[in-house]
């Protein structure tokens, strides 16, 4: 496995195809993209235990759109819709919107309102992850080998040997 080769897919990805929600990826490129990412996250955490930055929710933040398109892409190679990745980044906003203002409310009215937004918290925090899950098992499911209708089916990626053609 070429270390660098899984880099280079991550940078083309973020690089070419910042917001690309058209067209097919495969499910090898997919997880190694979804590997890289997951280094680069820890690689920020670390950083922002030693500096003191909010660099993990920086990296978070910037890369949402090029995970939502890679994500859109890879459920489009299953067959399915691309725009169910929304019912994630949806969810996922209205729970941490909650949780500030959870936050928020707790620090001006006391406890007393912490008990009641808890409740909802948790109904909250159950759909994320039921989205969570139908989205992980859609992404492990094998692509479609024939044209589907968003596209040709992509080329078989293959971290061993480094790709020099754009995606």
Sequence with gaps: MDLQ?????????????????????????????????????????ILQAVVFLPLAALYNLAMLLPSAGMGARRLQDTGRDGKIVWAFII????????????????????????????ALSWLISLALLV?????????????????????????????SQRVTTPL
């Design 5 to 45: 080769a899984i880099f280079d897919n991550f940078r083309r990805t973020v690089t070419e195809h910042y917001f690309d929600m058209n067209g097919r990826v495969g499910r090898s490129q997919f997880w190694y993209f979804v590997l890289a990412y997951i280094a680069g996250a820890i690689v920020a955490a």
């Design 131 to 159: 989205v969570s899950v139908v989205l992980i098992y859609f992404w492990c499911q094998p692509g479609d080998p024939l044209p589907n209708a968003y596209g040709p089916p992509p080329p078989v990626f293959d971290p």
């Design 91 to 118: 969810v996922a906003f209205i729970s941490q919107l909650f949780a500030a203002i959870t936050l928020l409310g707790a620090m001006s009215t006391g406890f007393l309102f912490l008990g009641p937004a808890l």
